[in-house]
């Protein structure tokens, strides 16, 4: 996998555009300004959450003895019930139903941007090739800034685009997020049964 298909792996499974309608309704109630402070602090904390799981995945699975095509095959069935949401949301939305108030954390860092598909996503590329970790490092940094500069843009680009086109555009994605899901359970399978003994 190369830098550039890591990045847009991890772009697709952060969801920037499939967010927006969640960003604005939950910081509606604020002023522009502190609008942006949070979204700052949330997506630096959402950044923080996945470079964690990315430099620190391969050592949580040797702890807990987990093999990596466990952690491939649960990752996929996991992304693919995060593509099956976004193809045909639930009426609560795509993460249940959301509290009032400031968001601090949930919903908007853990689980709309560091959810557990892109937890385990860096987790999967951190621990298949620890050698490479400044390569995934950058290629989240990529994906991050790219959410960064669309959900810094949402007002905008609800305006432009409109709830239906960015409904499709999510759909799309999940439809992508789906593929990719069954391409990492078969890896992890057929990884599996070739080290396994018959």
Do not use: C
Request: no cysteine; charged share 15%; net charge neutral.
């Amino acid at each position: 996998m190369t830098i550039a298909s890591a990045a847009l792996l991890l772009f697709i499974i952060l969801d920037p555009l499939g967010n927006i309608p969640v960003f604005l309704s939950l910081l509606r109630g604020l002023p522009p300004k502190r609008q942006r402070i949070v979204l700052a602090r949330e997506l630096l904390i959402a950044l923080g959450v996945l470079m964690l799981f990315l430099w620190g995945g391969k050592y949580a699975l040797d702890l807990m003895h987990l093999r990596q095509e466990s952690v491939s095959i649960a990752g996929g069935i996991v992304l693919f019930l995060i593509g099956i949401r976004m193809i045909f949301p639930p009426p609560e939305g795509l993460m249940g139903e959301l509290p009032d108030g400031e968001p601090f954390i949930v919903p908007m860092a853990i689980p709309l941007v560091a959810g557990p598909s892109g937890m385990a996503a860096v987790m999967l590329m951190g621990s298949n090739d620890p050698s490479r970790l400044t390569d995934w490092s950058l290629a989240l940094l990529i994906a991050w800034g790219a959410t960064a500069a669309i959900l810094f843009s949402a007002t905008l680009l609800y305006k432009l685009l409109g709830r239906r086109a960015l409904i499709a555009i999510e759909r799309l994605m999940g439809m992508l997020l789906v593929a990719i899901s069954v391409q990492m359970v078969l890896d992890g399978l057929g990884t599996y049964l070739q080290i396994s003994p018959p």
